[in-house]
């Protein structure tokens, strides 16, 4: 079975700082994990994906990942934020032997940015 | 957006009245779902298909159907609306194989009174 447990249900940081968004995931497979964004009151945007090529992965907006088997973990950091980047943000595992190639979602991480 | 159309966007229903809400997408995946979103629970599993007339439960089935009779629409329907059945609601799409990833609708916003 897969799951997710994002550590963080909000987060706040002032504009111009790190960003870092954790994710922890149990799967009994070899996953693929996601990170996506939700701005208020739209629907889910994909900022990147691990799928068993590099561990390091870089997506939109100058966000990346980086994917850590021996920590089931898979973070999401972003160097300086803006305020554009304030959203809730998704992190999702799956695989494609689960039964039904679902989507497993965290309960979400919500961030602030301060001006 | 994967050419992925939910409709309605928003309804307002009475409590006991069936409502169906429709996800219709044009690049013919064969994986669809149906989630729901609530605060402090992120997106949670109701339905999904794996093909025409092929559908499973998933986390949070209790009080809904769905049906897809064709490769392009998949309806969820809520058969005697309940309040606990207030959320926003996205239907989404699998592609396959290595490159895997989700495509979402914009949502619709149901709300039971």
């Known amino acids: 079975a897969q799951s997710v447990t994002q550590l963080d249900s909000h987060v706040s940081v002032s504009e111009g700082t790190p960003v870092l968004l954790r994710c922890n995931y149990s799967s009994s497979y070899s996953p693929s994990l996601f990170w996506y964004v939700q701005h208020p009151n739209k629907g889910l945007q994909l900022l990147l994906k691990y799928t068993s090529a590099a561990t390091l992965v870089k997506g939109i907006n100058g966000f990346e990942a980086e994917f850590k088997k021996s920590e089931t973990s898979f973070h999401l950091t972003k160097p300086s934020a803006h305020m554009s980047d304030a959203a809730e943000y998704f992190c999702?595992?799956?695989?494609?032997?689960?039964?039904?190639?679902?989507?497993?979602f965290g309960t979400g991480t919500s961030l602030t940015v301060i001006p | 957006d994967a050419g992925i159309t939910q409709s309605p966007r928003h309804k307002v229903t009475e409590t006991g009245t069936p409502v169906t809400l429709r996800c219709h997408q044009t690049?013919?995946?064969?994986?669809m779902y149906w989630y729901r979103q609530d605060p402090g629970h992120g997106l949670r599993l109701i339905h999904y298909s794996y093909g025409v007339k092929d559908t499973d439960k998933g986390e949070v089935s209790d009080g809904y159907s769905v049906s897809r009779s064709k490769t392009e629409d998949f309806l969820l329907t809520l058969e005697s609306a309940t309040s606990s059945q207030t959320s926003v609601y996205f239907c989404a799409i699998k592609t396959q194989g290595r490159n895997t990833e989700a495509f979402f609708g914009q949502g619709t916003r149901l709300t039971v009174v």
């Open positions: 690049e013919n995946h064969r994986y």
């Open positions: 999702v595992v799956s695989d494609q032997r689960d039964t039904g190639n679902q989507f497993y």
